[in-house]
């Protein structure tokens, strides 16, 4: 017994040594993932070269602490296994409990729980980091899925959600999904975005008891939930061009783009009955030029009173600055997906030489959000857009859906009840730009589906 104590000892201070630098191993995975993504990417060779030859000293260094590590555990466990012999005759390495304690003893130190206060555990943000963070890696596995299942029949149709984040688009998207008629990206394609069939292939998420999503607003998700997750295509394919430092740049789709997009879709919707459905709140960034690609999808752009909507972006906007100052990974996972709606890193739209400027902890500045992204979205006008508006989908969610649905020959399975919620709003604003916001407010109105 004395033999299995001491040897379990040991165990344990070499691997807890081990799993203190874990992060050095961490390290190792990012930057040797990150340097075959470098290599992959599709851009002028000098400049690739330099960063490559930057990103491989890097490595270097990286394997050079993890080896020396690994040998300063194992010295530990070894050294003091035989220094402890001579005062130990017995204990020696096959004395089976002696060896069944350092076992017990070395696994001890992984199952200590961290400090961590995310819901994302170590390994898991590790994984997403991996994937996400590597878009190149991911378009060349995009490339290989098109190649392998390719249809011949491009389908035109599909529908997208859309409008400023809380105008109820996700509410709109998953009822018209429940309908059996569309296919959309989930929560169980997470990562792997870019390569969605042979994820499915790997990971089947079972149906498990739905829990309510970090916005804290009554919407219950699991992972076979939809999600806005569109995005990450569009970031990947302009390696986040589109994003300043300040704001969400309006872009143009090439046709090239948009066949790859076409081909995404497929990817993700394959069965020939059904039309992929998306949520996507920054589509109207880059939809002048979809709509000239392609007069056949049909746009949903939601809109809601323009005071009760800036209430809403400001409490959200207040409330994940929050949650992303205390994990730092929830702001990560975030900008990877292109979701800059509120938070630390929020991003307005820029649709004009101005953006919208000003305290983002009042209401002015959500107003002026507001009044930015729907003074450009009122200027739509085609057959084939339609602006919803949130205050009348809550009322009757059934007429809306139905119009809706009948434009895909289909129809609801299930009756939707009246939902509306107004807040009181004690906060301050100026009246002069709740006006304005007013004045567009009553031209969607006009043009609200019919």
């Known amino acids: 017994m004395l033999d299995a104590l001491i040897l379990g000892v040991i165990g344990f201070f070499a691997f807890y040594?081990?799993?203190?630098?874990?992060?050095?191993?961490?390290?190792?995975?990012?930057?040797?993932?990150?340097?075959?993504?470098?290599?992959?990417k599709d851009e002028n060779e000098d400049k690739k070269l330099s960063r490559i030859e930057k990103g491989t000293k890097l490595l270097v260094i990286i394997l050079f602490k993890v080896l020396t590590i690994i040998v300063l555990t194992l010295t530990i466990a070894f050294f003091s296994v035989y220094a402890l012999g001579y005062f130990f005759n017995s204990l020696i390495w096959n004395s089976q409990p002696g060896l069944i304690g350092f076992s017990i003893g070395a696994s001890i130190p992984f199952f200590i729980p961290t400090n961590s206060k995310s819901s994302y555990n170590e390994v898991s943000q590790l994984f997403h980091h991996l994937v996400l963070d590597n878009s190149n890696i991911g378009l060349k596995l995009l490339s290989r899925e098109i190649k392998k299942y390719s249809l011949n029949v491009k389908k035109e149709k599909f529908l997208i959600v859309s409008g400023l984040a809380r105008s109820g688009t996700t509410n709109l998207m998953n009822s018209l999904h429940g309908s059996g008629s569309f296919t959309s990206l989930s929560?169980?394609?997470?990562?792997?975005?870019?390569?969605?069939?042979?994820?499915?292939?790997?990971?089947r998420p079972k149906s498990i008891k739905k829990a309510e999503r970090s916005h804290g607003d009554g919407v219950l998700i699991d992972m076979r939930?939809?999600?806005?997750?569109?995005?990450?295509?569009?970031?990947?394919?302009?390696?986040?061009?589109?994003?300043?430092?300040?704001?969400?740049?309006?872009?143009?789709?090439?046709?090239?783009?948009?066949?790859?997009y076409i081909d995404y879709q497929g990817l993700i919707c394959p069965e020939p009955e059904k039309f992929y459905l998306s949520k996507n709140n920054n589509m109207l960034l880059r939809y002048d030029s979809l709509r000239q690609l392609n007069k056949e999808f049909v746009f949903l752009v939601l809109f809601?009173?323009?005071?009760?909507?800036?209430?809403?972006?400001?409490?959200?906007?207040?409330?994940?600055?929050?949650?992303?100052?205390?994990?730092?990974?929830?702001?990560d996972y975030m900008n990877?997906?292109?979701?800059?709606?509120?938070?630390?890193?929020?991003?307005?739209?820029?649709?004009?030489?101005?953006?919208?400027?000003?305290?983002?902890?009042?209401?002015?500045?959500?107003?002026?959000?507001?009044i930015n992204y729907y003074d450009y979205a009122s200027l739509i006008a085609d057959h084939n857009t339609y602006f919803i508006c949130y205050e009348t989908y809550c009322l009757d969610p059934n007429i809306i859906l139905d119009?809706?649905?009948?434009?895909?020959?289909?129809?609801?399975?299930?009756?939707?009840?009246?939902?509306?919620?107004?807040?009181?709003?004690?906060?301050?604003y100026s009246v002069e730009i709740l006006h304005k916001a007013q004045l567009i407010y009553n031209k969607l109105k006009n043009k609200e589906l019919k």
Not at 187 to 203: T, V
Not at 229 to 253: A, M, P, T, V
Not at 356 to 369: A, H, Q, R, T
Not at 411 to 428: A, G, L, M, T, W
């Open 17 to 40: 040594f081990l799993r203190y630098n874990r992060y050095h191993f961490y390290k190792l995975a990012t930057s040797s993932v990150g340097l075959l993504d470098d290599i992959l």
């Open 304 to 331: 809601r009173d323009p005071l009760s909507h800036a209430y809403s972006l400001m409490q959200m906007h207040k409330k994940f600055c929050a949650q992303q100052g205390n994990d730092p990974f929830i702001e």
């Open 336 to 370: 990877w997906l292109g979701h800059h709606e509120f938070g630390l890193n929020q991003k307005p739209f820029k649709f004009h030489d101005h953006i919208p400027e000003g305290n983002k902890n009042e209401l002015d500045y959500w107003l002026l959000s507001w």
């Open 403 to 428: 119009k809706v649905l009948v434009k895909f020959k289909s129809s609801r399975k299930d009756d939707f009840k009246p939902y509306f919620n107004q807040k009181e709003i004690k906060e301050d």
């Open 225 to 260: 939930s939809n999600e806005a997750l569109e995005e990450y295509f569009f970031k990947s394919i302009y390696q986040d061009s589109f994003i300043g430092s300040k704001n969400l740049i309006k872009h143009s789709l090439s046709d090239q783009d948009y066949q790859l």
């Open 187 to 203: 929560y169980s394609n997470m990562p792997f975005l870019l390569s969605p069939r042979a994820w499915r292939k790997l990971y």
